[in-house]
Nanobody, 128 residues
Framework: QVQLMESGGGSVQPGGSLRLSCAAD????????LGWFRQAPGKEREGVAV????????YYAADAKGRFTISLDSAKSTMYLQLNSLKPEDTAMYYC?????????????????????WGNGTLVTVSS
């Protein structure tokens, strides 16, 4: 049974850090594309970072580069998103997602086109 479950959200001051976790049961038995997306109030969902489990190759949205880091722990079937130097505009619901069977090349495109399977989200609030 496949399942995606996020945790680690919370409230933080500008400049602070958080680490989001995604328990991705069932997605580590074969190569898949996994990723993090976010949706701020009144805005459309946007891709943040994606990773191809087959190679570990990562792709980031422009605003995430240098501040956020996506990573995997295959032994724990868990994906992480380290959020550093947070800004108020990073406030959003963060979702982990998966594109089962996607190739490494397609993984890059999922930043724009989204994925097939979704978790319920974890809220990140950045405010002073």
């Amino acid at each position: 049974q496949v399942q995606l479950m996020e945790s680690g959200g919370g409230s933080v001051q500008p400049g602070g850090s958080l680490r989001l976790s995604c328990a991705a049961d069932g997605y580590f038995y074969s190569a898949n594309c996994l990723g993090w997306f976010r949706q701020a109030p009144g805005k459309e969902r946007e891709g943040v970072a994606v990773i191809y489990t087959g190679s570990g190759r990562t792709y980031y949205a422009a605003d995430a580069k240098g501040r956020f880091t996506i990573s995997l722990d295959s032994a724990k079937s868990t994906m992480y998103l380290q959020l550093n130097s947070l800004k108020p505009e990073d406030t959003a619901m963060y979702y982990c997602a998966a594109a089962p069977g996607a190739t490494g090349d397609y993984c890059y495109l999922t930043l724009d086109y989204g994925m097939d399977d979704w978790g319920n989200g974890t809220l990140v609030t950045v405010s002073s």
